[in-house]
């Protein structure tokens, strides 16, 4: 699970209410927690100074977000290849 989606959910905090504390669109919240966009700095320091993250939350935060920037390629590269080998996806 993406950080900020898990850190969404335990505060039951729905994607429309925590973009709008952070002044960005529900689609760009959406694509950051997807791996779709990567994280701008400006939005990392709005998440750690509105909810208060301590250095070690931020440091994991940093590097949840960079994973999922990882999987979401590796995800696409996969349906690259099956798509050009005539693989189905589901």
Not at 9 to 33: F, H, P, W
Not at 39 to 47: A, E
Not at 54 to 68: D, G, I, K, L, P
């Amino acid at each position: 699970m993406n950080f900020l989606f898990g850190m969404r959910s335990a505060r039951v905090e729905l994607l429309g209410d925590m973009a709008k504390k952070l002044g960005i669109s529900s689609s760009d919240l959406s694509a950051y927690e997807t791996g779709r966009k990567k994280l701008p700095p400006h939005v990392f320091k709005k998440i750690v100074d509105i909810y208060k993250l301590n250095f070690e939350e931020s440091c994991r935060m940093s590097v949840a977000m960079e994973e999922t920037m990882k999987l979401r390629k590796q995800q696409r590269k996969s349906e690259i290849v099956l798509t050009n080998y005539g693989g189905e996806l589901e």
